[in-house]
């Protein structure tokens, strides 16, 4: 079970910090992903971050403002995201795979999303 957290309202060139809580065993046997969905489309690709922590990769929208970490020791992991924009606006969703991907359709289990909100 995956449960994200810490999405709200924030202004533009805000930060915030999104966590997501993962129940059960072998977390650190998982990649982690961080995907989101803006209404009217699709759910697209933000961060992803391999079992041991070691390969990252980002979506080129938001490289150098967003940064994904994970703690195996309480099966966390989070997406800091710093000068925040309007079109970040979206439910964002942490999600786990087997794979190593930033492909939506290699993971399989999905937290419930949180929403973030950025006004201009």
């Known amino acids: 079970q995956l449960q994200a957290s810490g999405g709200g309202l924030v202004q533009a060139g805000g930060s915030l910090r999104l966590s997501c809580a993962v129940s059960?065993?072998?977390?650190?046997?998982?990649?982690m992903g961080w995907f989101r969905q803006a209404p009217g489309k699709e759910r697209e690709f933000v961060a992803t971050?391999?079992?041991?922590?070691?390969?990252?990769n980002y979506a080129d929208s938001v490289k150098g403002r967003f940064t994904i970490s994970r703690d195996n020791a309480k099966n966390t992991v989070d997406l800091q995201m710093n000068s925040l924009k309007p079109e970040d606006t979206a439910v964002y969703y942490c999600?786990?795979?087997?794979?190593?991907?930033?492909?939506?359709?290699?993971?399989?289990?999905w937290g419930q999303g949180t929403q973030v909100t950025v006004s201009s």
């Open positions: 999600a786990a795979s087997r794979y190593y991907s930033f492909s939506r359709d290699r993971y399989d289990y």
């Open positions: 059960g065993r072998m977390f650190s046997n998982y990649a």
């Open positions: 971050i391999s079992g041991n922590g070691r390969s990252i």
